[in-house]
C-alpha cells in the first residue's frame, strides 16, 4: 500500500526535475526528500531512479508510476473534498423508514425545514412498520427508522439499536359524521361493542383486541387493511368504524368521517431508531434533529 505522501513526493521530484528542486517547492529538506524517496521504492520493491551524474533518471517502474501518480493525487483530491463536503453537511444521502402515518405528518414538515437550511442532504425514504422496520435497521437496510409501541405488548429491539423517544400518540375512533356519538368530544370504547369494525396492522389490531377485552367484549371486525386512506373510505361509507393513532387526523380525506378520543385513554409511544455508531454521521444526526424538532411541536397538538 502506498503512502499518499510520498506518491505526492514522488510526482513532485519528477516535476521539478530533483530531490533538491522537490524540498525546495514542498518545504522539506533534501534528506527528507530522499528518506521518502527510499521508503517509496521499499513499498514499490524495486528502484524508481538511477543516478545520472549530478542528476537522476526514471527507471522503467518509475516512468510507470508516473503515468498513475497525477491521477491518484486527483483521485486522492476529490474524495477529500466530497469527505469534506459530507462533514459540512454540503452533502449526505439518508436512508429514512418510516411507518405511514408518520410518514405523511412528521417526515413531510422535517423534510421541508431540511430542504431550506441544507439543500445538498438527500433523503431517500422508505415504508415499513417494527418489527420488521427495526429488523431492516439492523441489517443496514436504512440509517433511521421511525416506529411505534402499545403499552403492555413488547417489541424486541436489537441490541445494538439506540431508541430516541419522540412523542405520545393518542389513539381516537374514526366514526362516520352523522354517527350518534359523533357529537361526543370523547368516546368510550365499551359504548361501541355492538359496531362492525375496520381493523389495522397487525400490531395495531393486537392493540385494539387487547383494549376491546380490557372493556369487556370482543370486537366484530368486518374488514382489515394496512391503507389508512381505504380505512377513511370504509368508514365513510358506513361499512364500519375504525380505532386509528391521532396522528392519523392531521390527513383525514373525507368530509364524512370524524375522529374522536377514546376512553380509558391509550396511547401509543412513537420513537426513532438508529444504530448507535450512526449518531456520529453527521447527516444522520441532522436528519434527526429535525424530526425531533417537528415531534417535539406536535406534542400536547
Known sequence: MFDSRHIK????????????????????????????????????????????????????????????????????????????????????????????????????????????EYPGIRVELQEGEPPDSLRRLARGECDITLGFTYPGLHVEVPEDLVEIPLLEDQLTVLLPAGHPLARRRAVHLADLAAERWIAGCPRCRANFLHACAEEGFTPDIAFTTDDNLVVQSLVAAGVGIAMMPALVLSFLCHKKVTGRAVEPHTRRKVSAYVLRDHLRIPATALVLDEIKTVAAARVGC
Open 9 to 116: 513526493t514522488f510526482h513532485e521530484v519528477v516535476r521539478t526535475g530533483s530531490y533538491s528542486a522537490a524540498a525546495r517547492s514542498l518545504g522539506y529538506t533534501q534528506p527528507a526528500i530522499s528518506q521518502q524517496m527510499k521508503a517509496l521504492e521499499r513499498d514499490v520493491g524495486t528502484p524508481l531512479f538511477t543516478r545520472v551524474g549530478r542528476g537522476i533518471r526514471l527507471t522503467e517502474a518509475g516512468e510507470a508510476l508516473t503515468r498513475h501518480a497525477g491521477t491518484i493525487l486527483d483521485s486522492l483530491l476529490a474524495a477529500q473534498q466530497q469527505i469534506s463536503a459530507i462533514a459540512r453537511l454540503r452533502t449526505g444521502r439518508v436512508r429514512l423508514c418510516a411507518f405511514p402515518s408518520a410518514g405523511a405528518t412528521v417526515i413531510p414538515e422535517a423534510m421541508a425545514r431540511l430542504a431550506a
